[in-house]
């Protein structure tokens, strides 16, 4: 993963969160719950029929593009080609959603589940990795 790239252009771009995380788990973390919820706001604005509000659009497509820049496609590509992949649909939803083309509130809405179990899923990974404080090592000798 090239993380110092997607850290570079989140500070660029001037996103909303003033603490770029130095741990890559933690950025992407940051970076997908920024996109869930932008790709929620457009997913609302798409069902009532508003405009799609232009702020969701950047930081979805920020977010999008750190992710997908982040990707390891030289020694992980049976991870990263499909991961690339739900990123491209999800891009094309929002842009779907951008040109308002018929049925991209249902689009947005997927490409916001997808990113919903990611999001979930990468957060289990973290806990999984991590120690619960409750919990208690037991040395066995």
């Not at 973390?29 to 932008?38: D, K, Q, T």
């Not at 997913?43 to 977010?63: C, E, F, H, R, Y």
């Not at 919903?116 to 806990?127: N, P």
Request: net charge neutral; hydrophobic share 40%.
């Amino acid at each position: 993963m090239n993380l110092n790239v997607a850290r570079q252009h989140y500070r660029r771009i001037g996103q909303s969160e003033p603490n770029i995380p130095d741990d890559a788990h933690a950025l992407i973390v940051m970076v997908m719950s920024e996109l869930h919820g932008a790709l929620e706001r457009l997913q609302i604005a798409g069902k009532k029929g508003t405009p799609l509000p232009p702020d969701a659009m950047v930081k979805a497509m920020s977010a999008l593009y750190v992710l997908q820049s982040s990707l390891d496609m030289d020694s992980k590509q049976d991870i990263a080609v499909p991961l690339f992949q739900v990123y491209e649909y999800c891009r094309q939803q929002v842009m779907a959603g951008f040109r308002k083309e018929p049925g991209h509130a249902e689009g947005l809405e997927k490409a916001r589940g997808f990113i919903a179990s990611l999001k979930d899923a990468w957060i289990g990974m973290e806990r999984q990795a991590r120690p619960s404080p409750d919990s208690q090592t037991v040395t066995v000798r």
